[in-house]
């Protein structure tokens, strides 16, 4: 019995209009990366399970996918452990193995690896699936891209704002304009932490704080008290709540709130700088807008923290984010490597893309000029012309057989083929080939020896 | 304590250099199954096991890398079978994913599941990793990409010679030329069998004659009448350890000795189609020759059989191979669907430019310009102008931080630099920049005006 086939939940198949418009996007995204001085590199999809396992939390452990060891994977595993048949305790006993399930660690993994070859500062790309067994539901995949840039060795705040151009000019060339870029600096958010007393209980200030959106101010009050963050420090926090006005105002609001903490006073002189070369160099597109609501990976980050929010009017989550994080390497005993890096979205903005129809009309074409098929004495006559367009560059092609001329054209048709050629017998005698435009339905005919014109129409 | 982290045997991490090389061929081969009027379809990282399981042969399930189900993957596992202890017996049940083996069966899964989205004939390439848990060595590793063209639902020989031109495309565009394109018709080698009564043991006669080129004329006899094949039949063969001669020749002895067999003939007829159109067409740089010696996958194809060398002199197999193939999709129950395809072995490729030196020396430089940082006021001019020839294309970048002069030069040295950009205090003063070309070590000043003169130099 032949099976009905189909492919695991949450992955997908991609078809060549998908194809083409994830090439688009990864097109000009690296465009850009390169521009900016960023180099690729790739990793293995799978790593070794300590390479992984720990780094994400125990949520994250649960999530990475395990790979079962080859051959007689029992073999080794103990009776002892056998016998409890406990999955987690059978799991590193029968897998050593497990896909990637970001390109962060396998990038600090790497960046320990070739210290030796790597000339620091070092500014990477990587664009590479990653997977996570996470339950699929609309827009969660278990198999997606990830799309990163980050550079290491390097502790000066030009980063910061050379990230800040690479988003802008990478949306801006997607036509994708107005995004908001969000701005915070974790040592502002300790800052206000150490201000209102409340530092131990840091990180539920903040993911109450970053929940202002959507739940409110007097929501984010009633989590923090919930949290045993105290009344007194929420009064304090009170300004926090109302910020608002251009990012100098926030700037001058903040200096105010956080003159007394020394970590804070750095936080706004960090910000301030970064507002500042912006102003100077300005955005093509993007708008720049400090957010002491952010606190995306608090745990992770220790300086800048950057969001992407699409366009106003197009409901969709971030479609980018990143920060600054020292010791990334520390986890695999290098010391001291500051780095800081954005991601792209890239499910999200091509989502956003084809919301507002910013694909350009030319992915559709995948075939310039299709010759009909009259025969096989016909066809031959038709690949000689192929080949000749194909060695000058033109997407060409015969159609394989001589089917019905009604079959034909409709393949032409359905590939969005602007020119049709056709080579009868008649064609063959007077060396010559009909050109049909699909567009306008008009016929021209060119001797052999005109091909070039042809070329030129094109 | 710090883990020293490593990779998984057979696996590797590609550096920026190694990424170029390889995005370079990718490239070459991706625009000529473009023009030739491919299109691109991705599948998912990993299959449900029952796609892949069954359709490598034994051999085959047993380098497939399986995926352990998540979370309490025990709990499904009834008593009786984990009590036995066997791997084989528990696989099933922990494991319903697996690793892509080859780009053929999730094409042909795609193909079914997908038919009615498909205009017909479906030309189509992938490019993708696949990964085998086969034992690492020189050359062989556990992840790889692989890279297929296929057209199927199509039954002409045109397919056959657009595949040829193809290859000859690819590997001249590559600049490596002299290939040897081998060719050979499955149909040839079942009437060569029937011809001298071998048929019954079509296989174990090819899998022979395939060695001749390794093991001489004798060890051939030799093996051949190890498998079972009679004295007489391999006196009858005798014509076949001996052909030579051009195409023409070739293909005049083997109608001759095949003259009774309708499949034979029927094969030669097809070679003689395709040896003909080549001789009109005209290869640009590949030899193509007929091989009756060439028998992979015997199991698999049904026509054609092609398979690339390297150019003579270099040692290395093939570099490509695919053939004609009946019945793609029959096993997940789609019925007559032919078709035929070749494949690129890109790692070898990827080794033979760079053991003849045909990579581009423009693949070596990752960074036009490169602006020395003299101090934060310095850095804030320097990215100015960066940010201008970035805006206009230009790869270009400023070192990160206030570092020794000797250490940023010696930056710009590793990352081959064509350009070193100045702008200290006096620049600054003079809204000027210099230029130094790092090659002749000459230095030349421009205005800030005069950017884009600079940008004509580049």
Not at 5 to 34: C, L, N, Q
Not at 211 to 224: A, F, N, P, S
Not at 264 to 269: P, W
Request: with cysteine; glycine share 8%; charged share 25%.
């Amino acid at each position: 019995m032949a099976q009905k086939p189909s492919i695991p939940k949450g992955t997908r198949d991609f078809s060549p209009t998908e194809i083409a418009k994830r090439d688009y996007i990864f097109g000009v995204v690296k465009k850009h990366f390169k521009i900016f001085g960023f180099q690729p590199i790739e990793t293995p999809s799978f790593e070794n399970s300590e390479t992984l396992m720990g780094k994400y939390g125990d949520e994250g452990d649960r999530l990475i996918f395990k790979i079962l060891n080859s051959g007689d994977f029992l073999n080794k595993v103990d009776e002892a452990t056998y016998s409890i048949k406990d999955s987690r305790s059978l799991t590193s006993k029968i897998s050593e193995k497990a896909l990637r399930y970001d390109l962060t660690v396998p990038f600090a993994r790497y960046v320990v690896m070739h210290q030796n070859e790597i000339d620091f500062p070092f500014k990477r790309y990587q664009i590479q699936p990653v997977w996570r067994a996470d339950r699929p539901q609309k827009g969660r995949f278990r198999e997606f891209y990830q799309c990163d840039a980050d550079v290491v060795g390097a502790n000066s705040l030009l980063q910061e704002v050379e990230l800040i151009q690479l988003y802008d000019s990478v949306f801006s060339d997607l036509k994708l304009e107005g995004v908001t870029i969000k701005l915070n600096n974790r040592k502002i958010l300790a800052g206000i932490a150490e201000v209102i007393g409340a530092h131990d209980n840091l990180v539920n200030f903040t993911v109450a704080l970053d929940k202002l959106d959507k739940i409110g101010v007097e929501g984010v009050k009633k989590e923090m008290l919930a949290k045993g963050i105290s009344e007194e420090a929420i009064t304090k926090a009170a300004p926090l709540f109302e910020l608002s006005g251009d990012n100098a105002s926030q700037l001058l609001a903040l200096k105010d709130l956080l003159i007394q903490s020394e970590q804070g006073s750095k936080g706004v002189e960090e910000l301030g700088f970064i507002i500042n070369a912006m102003e100077h160099l300005q955005l093509q597109s993007a708008n720049l807008e400090i957010d002491v609501t952010l606190a995306r990976g608090l745990n992770y980050y220790t300086g800048a923290i950057f969001e992407v929010a699409a366009p106003k009017g197009v409901k969709m989550g971030s479609i980018g984010g990143g920060g600054r994080y020292d010791d990334l390497t520390g986890i695999f005993g290098l010391k001291d490597v500051s780095g800081v890096g954005i991601s792209f979205g890239l499910d999200r903005i091509y989502l956003v893309l084809e919301e507002l129809g910013l694909f350009p009309e030319t992915l559709n074409k995948s075939l310039d000029v299709l010759c009909i098929n009259f025969g096989e004495n016909e066809s031959m006559a038709a690949l000689s012309l192929v080949t000749e367009l194909r060695k000058q560059g033109v997407t060409a092609d015969v159609y394989p057989s001589k089917a019905k001329m009604q079959k034909q054209m409709k393949y032409a048709n359905n590939r969005k083929v602007p020119y049709v050629v056709l080579i009868g017998e008649n064609e063959m005698n007077t060396n010559t080939f009909v050109v049909k435009e699909m567009a306008s339905g008009e016929q021209y005919t060119y001797g052999l020896d005109q091909i070039n014109d042809f070329i030129k129409r094109l």
